[in-house]
């Protein structure tokens, strides 16, 4: 394996996580809006595949926006840009919900 080759999977893996957080921030919102009535009463593996199912669509119409102004580069990456934006949105949610779930349980102890 030489240089070249090295030096070009890695700038392609930095590559794919940066479309995919872009298709993940992209797609926050409207996923959101989809979960938002359900997602506090699901235990964390139930809302991790609610997530994953829920957001499929939105992260797919946001990839194929993706590929219209990248071109090549994405359409190449489709797949496991896909699944980093799908696991990037999915964490950022969980991560959110859980925070706010804290902050409600440490004002009920409060009261």
Known sequence: MGLSTLLSGWLTKDTVAELAERVAGRSRQSVWQRIQHRINTLPAAEA??????????????????????????????????????????????LTTTHASRESRRGYRAAA
Do not use: F, H, T
Request: glycine content about 6%; hydrophobic content about 40%.
């Open 48 to 93: 991790r595949g609610y997530i994953r199912a829920r957001s499929a669509a939105v992260i797919e119409d946001e990839i194929d926006r993706l590929i219209e102004q990248e071109g090549p580069k994405a359409a190449g990456n489709r797949d496991r840009i896909s699944a980093l934006a799908s696991e990037m949105l999915m964490q950022s949610i």
